[in-house]
């Protein structure tokens, strides 16, 4: 796993790595603002991947991956979040890893009607 302060310069990101396969749009990454996950954010940018602040951005789609905040306190959140290692991951490896849910970090258990 790669840290976030890691030179980026050593693995150059594929242009388009964060792009839907078969709808060629953006991928959504929830990300809360601050400059602790600026290298995160650079990452998906020039991975063609789009942002949303989590904070005031309500994701209606369910479609977004919300990226944890290693200054979040877990105890308050309600909603599913992937560890931020993701991205560096799928930058080392210069491709979309399929396996997401191994960074999942948070599962919130939806309430059955």
Same mark, same amino acid.
């Given at each position: 796993?790669?840290?976030?302060? &890691? ?22 990454? /929830?990300?809360?603002? /601050?400059?602790?996950? &600026? ?7 020039? /991975? ?49 890893? &399929? ?15």
């Amino acid at each position: 796993m790669l840290k976030q302060t &890691e030179n980026r310069e050593h693995y150059p990101i594929q242009s388009g790595l964060f792009v839907q396969p078969y709808t060629a749009m953006p991928m959504l990454f /929830g990300i809360k603002p /601050g400059t602790a996950m &600026e290298s995160i954010r650079q990452y998906i940018w020039d /991975g063609g991947g789009a942002i949303e602040n989590s904070d005031e951005i309500t994701d209606y789609s369910g479609h977004r991956i919300e990226l944890w905040d290693p200054e979040e306190d877990l105890s308050n959140v309600d909603r599913d979040l992937f560890d931020y290692s993701y991205i560096f991951d799928c930058a080392k490896q210069n491709k979309l890893l &399929e396996n997401l849910k191994d960074y999942q970090i948070k599962l919130i258990q939806k309430s059955r009607a």
